[in-house]
């Protein structure tokens, strides 16, 4: 994924004179976890910058660019890291549009590594998708594999809106899988229905769309990838869950408040009487994400996914 992903920054960079980045660390050292290696060599310090230490600051700076016709991809280092930046996001890149009745946009790309999985130091593992859903004019992206990051982060970069491109850090190596060299993108707004199966939905996105495929069981799953958590493609959704009757979604993020429950919601407002058992939801606590020695108790596994697929097909 981090090839898949330094890939797409490359094309689009050489594509679009307009499309910079800006971050920590992003230019000399080629960012934290090497996404942007190469990219200062590539197009120089005019167009990869690195940053002073603000988050609040390298949002702003993009929010500003965007409104005057750049196209910039900023880096936040961390996902625990983000929250300085809300402020700006919320009351100024999500608004720009609306404020602006049409006449600016704010074409800007706010992407980071997110969720937990490789041990790391508090602030480093967590899951916020919910806070950038919430916002009104944001679009918020997870991929999880390499070919399906590089596609939507160039839809991402060429999106009008400002974009939270979220990439799950315990992916950047985990997996190898063939992306093309040459330009595709994939569309927002759009989920993937990665193995098709008649007995249960599981609904997921990011790390645990790898969780649901190495489930064992012998039951038929349908496993959907949600792939863009905002907007939703509930078509997808609804349709699968009609089919098999049952549904299980799967978040790494705390239960309460979660993408889950939006989701559930939708698929009883929509299908209730498809349902042959109640949905089910298989999440992180409600707790912070613990540090190394606890973390593999916290996270959703294949173990807790089966055991959830048992609970429905028994109802």
Same mark, same amino acid.
């Given at each position: 994924?981090?090839e898949?992903i330094?890939l &797409?920054? =490359?094309?689009e %960079?050489? =594509?679009d004179?307009? $499309?910079?980045?800006?971050g920590?660390d992003?230019g000399?050292d @080629? @960012?934290v976890f090497?996404?942007t290696?190469?990219?200062?060599?590539?197009?120089?310090?005019e167009r990869?910058?690195?940053t002073?230490?603000?988050e609040?600051? #390298? $949002?702003?700076?993009?929010i500003?660019?965007a #409104?005057?016709?750049m196209?910039?991809v900023?880096?936040i280092?961390?996902?625990g890291?983000?929250?300085p930046a809300?402020d700006q996001?919320i009351? /100024?890149?999500?608004?720009i549009?609306n404020?602006s009745?049409?006449?600016f946009?704010c074409?800007m790309v706010?992407?980071?590594?997110?969720?937990?999985g490789?041990?790391a130091l508090? /602030?480093?593992?967590?899951?916020?998708?919910t806070?950038y859903?919430?916002?009104p004019?944001?679009k918020?992206? %997870?991929?999880s594999?390499?070919?399906?990051? +590089?596609?939507l982060?160039v839809? &991402?970069i060429r999106?009008p809106?400002p974009v #939270?491109f979220m990439e799950?850090?315990?992916?950047?190596? &985990?997996i190898?899988?063939? $992306?093309p *060299?040459?330009?595709?993108s994939i569309?927002?707004?759009?989920?993937? #229905?990665? +193995?098709?199966?008649?007995?249960?939905?599981?609904i997921?996105?990011?790390a %645990?769309?790898?969780?649901? *495929?190495?489930?064992?069981?012998?039951?038929?799953?349908?496993?959907i990838d949600?792939r863009?958590l905002?907007?939703l493609?509930?078509d997808?959704?609804?349709?699968s869950? =009609?089919?098999?009757g049952?549904?299980?979604?799967?978040?790494?993020?705390?239960?309460?408040c979660?993408?889950?429950?939006?989701?559930s919601?939708?698929?009883?407002?929509k299908?209730?009487l498809d349902?042959?058992?109640p949905v *089910?939801?298989v999440?992180g606590?409600?707790t912070?994400i613990?540090?190394?020695?606890l973390?593999?108790?916290?996270?959703?596994?294949? +173990?807790?996914i =089966? +055991?959830?697929?048992?609970k429905v097909m028994?109802?």
């Open positions: 994924m981090v898949a330094n &797409a920054l =490359k094309q %960079m050489k =594509k004179s307009k $499309v910079i980045v800006l920590e992003v000399v @080629g @960012g090497r996404v290696d190469s990219l200062l060599k590539l197009y120089g310090p990869v910058i690195d002073p230490l603000s609040s600051g #390298i $949002v702003g700076t993009s500003g660019l #409104i005057g016709g196209k910039p900023a880096e280092q961390f996902d890291f983000t929250y809300l996001l009351s /100024h890149a999500s608004r549009r404020r009745r049409g006449r946009s074409p706010f992407r980071f590594p997110c969720s937990g490789i041990k508090e /602030h480093h593992s967590e899951s916020p998708e806070y859903i919430h916002i004019g944001l918020v992206v %997870m991929p594999t390499p070919y399906e990051a +590089k596609g982060l839809s &991402a999106d809106d #939270i799950p850090k315990r992916l950047y190596r &985990a190898k899988q063939e $992306v *060299e040459k330009e595709y569309p927002l707004g759009k989920a993937s #229905i990665r +193995k098709e199966g008649s007995d249960v939905t599981l997921s996105w990011g %645990m769309v790898r969780e649901c *495929e190495k489930t064992e069981t012998n039951v038929s799953c349908e496993i949600l863009t905002k907007p493609d509930m997808t959704v609804i349709n869950v =009609k089919k098999t049952r549904a299980i979604i799967v978040q790494e993020a705390p239960r309460t979660g993408l889950g429950a939006e989701v919601a939708r698929i009883v407002e299908a209730l349902l042959k058992a *089910e939801r999440t606590f409600d912070v613990p540090l190394a020695k973390e593999e108790y916290y996270l959703p596994n294949p +173990k807790r =089966k +055991k959830a697929i048992e028994s109802f």
